[in-house]
Every structure is written in structure tokens, then in C-alpha cells.
């Protein structure tokens, strides 16, 4: 099979239909061999009736496929995906990831062309609920997985992470299969698909964002609250030492704790100077500050959690 599109859902019953619906609606897959499996991640609510539902009236040729995984978590949902799966590219989409009508055929189509991309990335837009503060953009690819990065195709640096962001990921099959086994320290949306990323391009495959790629993320009112985006911010700062360490040797190690938190301290300092009283007030400065801080306590964060 050519693609797989793999979607993990937890209690996403009201809003898994809208996703099925724009799978349904993709056009120029004609000559495309794929499929589509709801990985219902231990829901309790009536995600099974909503896949029963929509395979009783499905007329698309790619199956609808609906499987169970009953321990909760992104990565244990995503390899339930990948086993169930047969396709040589397997897209993920979250229950609140909407793509476009050509979005498969943009995804095999780039897949089918960079034989040695491991891992790739679109274009992201955000559907927000509600207006976010000004200036959100600046965050907005950081927090809330928000990638608007042009319309030309490149390679990502993870050297320096730069990395895209998970929702609507592609992945190669044979990057999976045949050179990435580790044991995965982050389990929680965001962390994992960047630390997938790092390992692939570890391993010597490419890591790529590509233009062609268009989706919407739903972004409900509660994430834009002050304190659910200052503990993202927090959250994902704490990863920078983490990330960063799978991509040098043993003897580096000392050299990158001290790099990391003296580098992300700069960065905090500059930061107070800058913007000085609304350095806390503003929500997207505080962000900004919340991360830097994390980033800079990361390396004792990343040798505290492996004792």
C-alpha cells in the first residue's frame, strides 16, 4: 500500500466526523493505494459509533479501519497506528487536524519524490476559537504546533532544532522499520514528535517541510488561557537539554550542560532587558520568558529525571 493515514482520538466523537469528512472529500488519489485507521486511544465516549457511522456510508475507495488501544499516551496510540498499518508513508492526523481536498495527494506525491526524506512535515494554519493576544505568532509555532514557513520546500537543521511540528507528520515506513528503535523519553503530545525527528535524522535520514501541505489545527478557547500556554511553554523548555543530547557523543555532554544553561540564561537576561515591566505582564512575553527559564534548568532536569 502506498500511504496509510493513521488518526489517534481520545474522546474525540465530536469532532473525529469533521476529519473523516475532508479524508472523504480528498481528490487525485485516483492512482494512490491508501487507507485510513482510527486509533481510538481508551475513549469514553461514542468515538466507536462515530467510525461504525461513517464506514456504513463510506464510499471512498481507501478502507476505513477502527482499532482499540487501550493504554492512554500519543506514542503507545502511534504504534498501535503503525502496526495496524500497511502503507509505505504513514500521515498522521489529530482529531483536530483538518487537511486539505489535495492534502494525500501532496503528501505521497512529496514522499514519492524525496526517497530519502525519513520524516516530513506541512503547512499548518490555525482555526482559533477565539482571537489570540497580539503578537501570538511569535509562539504559535512553538506552543500550539501553528507551522507557516512559505511556499518553498526545505530541509529542517536539527542540529539546531529545527524541527517540524507533529500534526499532519509523514513518515516512511522503512525509516521506522529498519533504523529507529529507542526507547522514546517523552510520551506526551509535542515532545515525542520532535524527538522522533532527532532520531531519524540521527540515523541519516532527511527531515523535511513541505509547502505543498495544507491543513488546519482547531484551536478551542481553553488553549489560549494564560496558564494552560505558560505550562506548554514550561513544559517543552524542559526538552531542550533532553533533545539536544541524542545528537552529540558521551564526551560533549559536559560542554552542552554548560552551553545549554549559561546560553539559555543570556537569553533570559536579554529578554528581562528588552522588554523589561511587560516581560511578565504580556502573555506572549511571558511565554517567551517561561521557555528560556526552562531551557536554562533543562540539563538538570533531563540527569534528575534519569536517576
Known sequence: MDLSVVIPTYNGADRLPQVLEKLRSQMGTEEIDWDIIVVDNNSSDHTPQVVQDFQKSWNVKAPLKYVFEHQQGIVFARNRGIEESQGELI?????DNFPNSDWILQAYSFGNKHHKAGIYGG?????YQTEPPENFKRVAHILLAIR???????QFNPELLQLPSGAGLVLRRKAWLDNFNPELMATRRGDNDCELSIYLHRKGWEIWYNSAMHLNHWIP????ERSYLLSLAHRYGLCTF???VILVKSWQKPLLFLRVMFGSLKRVILHLVKYNKKAKSDLVNACELEFFWAS????????????
Open 91 to 95: 500521515a498522521f492526523l489529530d482529531d
Open 242 to 244: 533532553g533533545f539536544r
Open 148 to 154: 507557516e514557513s512559505g511556499d518553498q520546500s526545505f
Open 221 to 224: 478557547a481553553e488553549r489560549l
Open 123 to 127: 503547512q499548518i494554519h490555525a482555526l
Open 296 to 307: 536554562a534548568i533543562s540539563p538538570f532536569h533531563y540527569y534528575l529525571n534519569r536517576t
